[in-house]
């Protein structure tokens, strides 16, 4: 079989966002473990090739016209997650975003397999686009093994937590660091997301201007975009994870820092019940519940935290690159 894959997030913006990796290290892995089929390049807007049995559009937003509403072949499509649907009050989407929006919810109804990441995903998909269940594969993400060899190069633990991602509402980043601000001084928390940097963007002036009105600027550190190498040596360095999110569709940093040996602080529901195994769980509703948790991986012996490192890693072994390459080849097979 002959797949084309869309490789539009490697040209953009997307590069070295999540959708870019995932398009980066799926070409990579199909190639290295399902080498029975050939893989064809493509860019949106580009003719599909006649030989080509199927395409897959491994990037989808619901507010942008990422996917062609007409196509000559079967399409598969991965929707990570549809959380700006899920709350459209959070991500107001305009009269144009609904416009496309209508838009693409036609080209995913005419998709002939939809791939995403969680069970939980699927149920959004189901209930906020109507496809059938049958038409969803639901394929879990796994680890970038880049960032897992960069932890090797970290000696011990520091006395600083970590959070990798964006900053939008479902995000939680003042509830994660109000729960912050209340653990005890001498620990410091390393933010890792290139939105943070944006002088332009007002929803990162109100991340600064909250961390300067709870008095912790001196403990808080922002990071911009940071190599696979040194965010694999930052998760293992830290005390802790924190991802309290008020929603996920996945959360790929919980399952990056569990395989780098670091304990995991995340919030209850969505996808983290069912992708996020043995880390500890905190009400994001409660920033109280952040703060204890922190104090509590803050003080464990080495003993219990051995323990804790080794319950994440057995954990995060699951989640492959092989597995994803085997999983959607299996979507592929079920195409044709």
Not at 64 to 85: E, M, S
Not at 299 to 309: A, K, L, W
């Amino acid at each position: 079989m002959n797949i084309a894959i869309d490789t539009s997030p490697l040209n953009s913006g997307h590069k070295v966002r999540g959708v870019g990796k995932y398009t980066k290290l799926l070409i990579e892995s199909l190639k290295k473990y399902e080498s029975q089929h050939s893989y064809t390049l493509i860019e949106r807007g580009q003719k599909v090739p006649n030989n080509v049995d199927l395409v897959h559009y491994p990037y989808f937003d619901p507010f942008f016209l990422t996917l062609p509403l007409i196509t000559a072949k079967p399409t598969v499509i991965t929707v990570h997650d549809l959380i700006p649907l899920v709350f459209p009050d959070k991500f107001p989407r305009g009269l144009r975003g609904e416009l496309k929006w209508n838009i693409q919810r036609l080209a995913l109804r005419n998709a002939k397999k939809i791939i995403t990441d969680s069970q939980n995903s699927k149920r959004d998909i189901v209930k906020i686009v109507g496809t059938p269940e049958r038409k969803i594969s639901v394929v879990h993400l796994a680890p970038d093994p880049a960032i897992i060899a960069g932890s090797a190069k970290s000696s011990k633990p520091e006395r600083f937590f970590i959070y990798v991602g964006d900053l939008n509402w479902n995000k939680n980043i003042h509830g994660l660091l109000e729960g912050f601000s209340r653990v005890q001084t001498g620990i410091k928390l390393m933010i890792v997301g290139q939105a943070f940097l944006n002088k332009n963007l007002s929803e990162a002036i109100a991340v600064r201007e909250y961390v300067i009105k709870l008095g912790i600027d001196d403990r808080v550190r922002f990071f911009g975009y940071v190599s696979d190498e040194k965010l694999g040596v930052l998760y293992a360095s830290s005390l802790g994870c924190m991802l309290p999110s008020f929603y996920e569709g996945f959360g790929l940093p919980v399952l990056e820092a569990m395989a780098c040996g670091t304990p995991v602080i995340v919030s209850h529901g969505s996808s983290l019940d069912e992708i996020a195994g043995p880390a500890f769980r905190v009400d994001p509703a409660n920033p109280d519940t952040i703060t204890d948790a922190c104090t509590k991986l803050a003080n464990v012996s080495r003993q219990e935290r051995s323990t804790i490192v080794e319950k994440g890693r057995v954990w995060s072994a699951e989640f492959t690159w092989e597995k994803v390459a085997q999983n959607t080849v299996r979507v592929y097979e079920s195409c044709i």
